[in-house]
């Protein structure tokens, strides 16, 4: 379930390793819902008073990321593999500051590999041969 050409599968988006995103999904169907909902979360944790300052967390927000946290790797897996890199580069991000940076960059900002990749095709359609398309 990697080719654009292919409807858009919610399950394979956030359960899913395998296979490539683009920029655009990352950005628009996972990263700004989810800092969005997060937001949104957090103000209720403070209206419901279950925020702790001193941590910064709060109990709803908190179980939210919990849940969310398999998804949010995987995620970044499919980002690294349009990059043309292994997932095992979500490590980075335990490298304090820099790594963050660093994954930002890459999933963030930079483009994915043109046309196919050893990670599969690339979903964005004027990338693909149309053999790819018919296979």
Known sequence: MASSNQEFSWKW???SSKGRITRSDYWLRYFL????????????????????????YGLISSIFMLVF???????????????????WWIFINFIPFIGTIWALVENGILKGTKG????????LPEEQDINEIFE
Do not use: M
């Open 33 to 56: 819902p989810y800092l969005f909902t997060y937001i949104v979360l957090i103000i209720i944790d403070i209206a419901l008073g279950t925020f702790d300052d001193a941590s910064g």
């Open 69 to 87: 946290l398999y998804s949010s790797v995987v995620v970044q897996i499919k980002r690294w593999h349009d990059r043309d890199k292994k997932g």
């Open 13 to 15: 988006f956030l359960f």
């Open 116 to 123: 196919p990749n050893r990670f599969g095709p690339s979903r």
